[in-house]
């Protein structure tokens, strides 16, 4: 049994990979949103029943794709990695689904390496900041007023 070659407005699959690596602060639906919009197909998911399909068929694709993805070993996750993937604004829940596993293990792990994690200010955008980190050279916890841009204490700096 052949599979049948559908003439779609959107390329499927690209949005689906696009949605395997959102950027900071993007959900794979908001990447598979912005891109429907963008391809010009017209309403939105409640309003127009081609989106909805178009949709559909793109967070499937998306789900298959991902499933093909491998968890990473959360042994791998150093203080080197998390403190990249803060700088880059990644919340535990990106890099989680980046990565591939559950929140639950990105926050042990990030606890584990000497991370303690605040909410803003503002509360509104529900994102954590680093209130302490770990000196990459020492492995140390400080706050973070006390580190330098490479994450080094006072004392390694010396």
């Known amino acids: 049994m052949g599979s049948v070659a559908l003439d779609l407005p959107v390329d ?10 959102p950027s900071p602060g993007q959900s794979p639906d908001d990447v598979i949103e912005s891109e429907l919009q963008r391809a010009g197909i017209p309403g939105g998911f409640s309003s127009s ?4 399909e178009l949709w559909h068929l793109c967070a499937t694709t998306y789900a298959d ?4 993805v491998p968890a990473r ?5 150093t203080a080197e990695v998390l403190w990249a993937s803060y700088d880059q604004g990644l919340s535990q829940y990106d890099m989680a689904r980046l990565w591939g596993l559950g929140a639950a293990n990105v926050a ?3 606890i584990d390496a000497g991370f303690v994690l605040s909410r803003r200010a503002d ?3 529900g994102r954590h900041v680093i209130a ?8 140390a916890s400080y706050d973070v007023s006390r580190l330098d841009k490479a994450h080094a204490c006072d004392s390694c700096r010396r």
């Open 12 to 21: 499927v699959e690209a949005i689906a990979r696009k949605a395997l690596s």
């Open 49 to 52: 029943r081609e989106y909805r």
């Open 65 to 68: 794709l991902r499933a093909k």
């Open 73 to 77: 070993d959360p042994e791998t996750i």
């Open 108 to 110: 042990q792990r990030s």
């Open 123 to 125: 509360y509104s955008s």
């Open 132 to 139: 302490e980190g770990p000196c990459l050279r020492c492995g």
